[in-house]
């Protein structure tokens, strides 16, 4: 099926629970604030969520995530000198946002890190 029918930008990819810090707003360095998040990949969006509960109940018409973001022209790599925490992922989006995800499990931190760079991949192409 294309990339734009409903299926497609309301299915969820993965779901779970990272610790994340924002660490730049729109370019400008902000100062960290580790927490741990409950993100929701669905769709051309990562989002963020307090609650688990209200993560796992995620439909497209009944989504309002703590935070969002869009991942159309976003970039992902290894955070090597960014923390000293370990299996850490570095997310900027086009607008020059940038978190840190971080999970102690090397499986969980990878796992993440391939599906978002995969649906980032997908809207490269598109
Ligand atoms: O990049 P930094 O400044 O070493 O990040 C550390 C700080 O955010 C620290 O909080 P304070 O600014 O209140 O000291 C956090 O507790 C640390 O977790 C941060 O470093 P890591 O390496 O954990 O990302």
New binding site residues.
Partial sequence: SSSHSPDRLHMVEKSGQLNK?KIAEGGRKL??C?ASSWLVLAGNSLMFYKDPKVAAAWTPSRSRPESSVDLRGARIDWARD????RNVIHFRTVTGNEY?LQSDSETVSQEWYQAIKGVIRRLDEE
């Fill in positions: 810090t100062r960290k580790w960014l923390s000293s925490k840190l």
